[in-house]
């Protein structure tokens, strides 16, 4: 199947996309997906290549992308909450009652869908329960348990691993390097003096004040891109939620890196002679880490989740025994 949008690389020829062009030439794709994995990113790349292959069709009088299509129809979090509201949701229903515009049918993609309020949740699952006509639903989110039962049973579920391009963010592998040694300093030196703690301590808050550099010099990088490609007509309460979701998208990417770095440092020192010290650093430290970040989805400032984690590890790579 030829198309202008591509699957994202790590994705093409897979089994899970091979059914998914197979339905769509059949025509027998089911008017409700629930597109899920790790990645935002690697879900609105999903869908965007899933909206061109049904809205692009020898069948349709114009062609578009994805984002700027007419028949195409987004419903997002909006406003510093980032939710979905009812009212929206309503709203984004009148639109797609109206036939399409240029295509054979029609798509609505809805992003972060977890983000919805528990009354546009309900709203929206009127529609799913009677779609419109020509009508192909796609919910993307990466918390699918935090949607309704109901929404989760009515919807054909595809889970994606993340395919987002590498984190290129300036600062980050410098950052990385730092922190590696840090931990090796930590390790592999002998119980450590005052003057080795305060350089410990001060180590710790410049990788802090760092981190939070590096974040927001990347959400305004990616923000500016994206920006691009968006419609004309969001609002502001639309932009935030958007820009919001980048930023909280980026973090948790590049909490993902500090806890590959985390077990890199490690492998060398859990096969040496003596790897149980390592071993139970490792395992409280990755515990740890996964805790910050869960507390990150509760909205916890990122600085004071990586302090925690950084002291966290203060304490328990000194730790010899």
């Not at 054979?104 to 529609?127: C, G, Q, S, W, Y």
Request: proline letters at 7%.
């Amino acid at each position: 199947m030829t198309a202008a949008v591509l699957w994202p690389p790590a994705l093409a020829g897979t089994p899970t996309v091979a059914v998914i062009e197979r339905a769509i030439e059949r025509e027998r794709l089911s008017h409700s997906l629930l597109l899920h994995g790790d990645d935002l990113d690697t879900l609105v790349l999903v869908a965007h290549a899933i909206a061109d292959r049904l809205l692009n069709t020898p069948a349709s009088s114009a062609a578009f992308p994805p984002e700027q299509h007419p028949d195409c129809h987004a419903l997002r979090p909006a406003g510093k909450m980032r939710q979905i509201s009812a009212e929206a949701t309503r709203a984004l229903i009148g639109r797609v009652q109206v036939s399409a515009s240029v295509a054979p049918r029609k798509v609505v993609i809805v992003h972060e869908a977890d983000r919805m309020h528990l009354t546009a949740a309900n709203v929206f699952l009127k529609t799913l329960e009677e779609p419109p006509p020509h009508t192909t639903l796609l919910l993307l989110t990466t918390r699918p348990y935090a949607l309704l039962p109901t929404i989760r049973s009515r919807t054909l579920h595809f889970r994606f691993p993340a395919a987002a391009a590498a984190l290129t963010a300036e600062g980050w592998p410098a950052w990385l390097a730092d922190y590696r040694a840090w931990l090796a300093r930590l390790a592999d030196a002998p119980a450590p003096d005052k003057r080795a703690v305060a350089d410990h301590i001060f180590t710790l808050y410049g990788l802090v004040a760092r981190f939070g550099a590096v974040l927001a010099l990347a959400t305004a990088e990616v923000w500016k891109l994206q920006k691009e490609k968006l419609p004309a007509d969001l609002d502001d309460d639309e932009q935030v939620a958007i820009e919001t979701g980048i930023a909280n998208g980026l973090r948790s990417r590049l909490f993902a890196e500090i806890e590959s770095a985390t077990r890199a440092h490690a492998l060398p020192r859990l096969i040496g002679a003596d790897p149980a010290p390592a071993r139970r650093a490792l395992v409280a430290a990755i515990a740890q880490l996964e805790h910050d970040a869960a507390l990150l989805r509760l909205n916890l400032n990122e600085s004071a989740a990586l302090e925690n984690f950084l002291l966290s590890s203060l304490r328990l790579w000194t730790r010899k025994n």
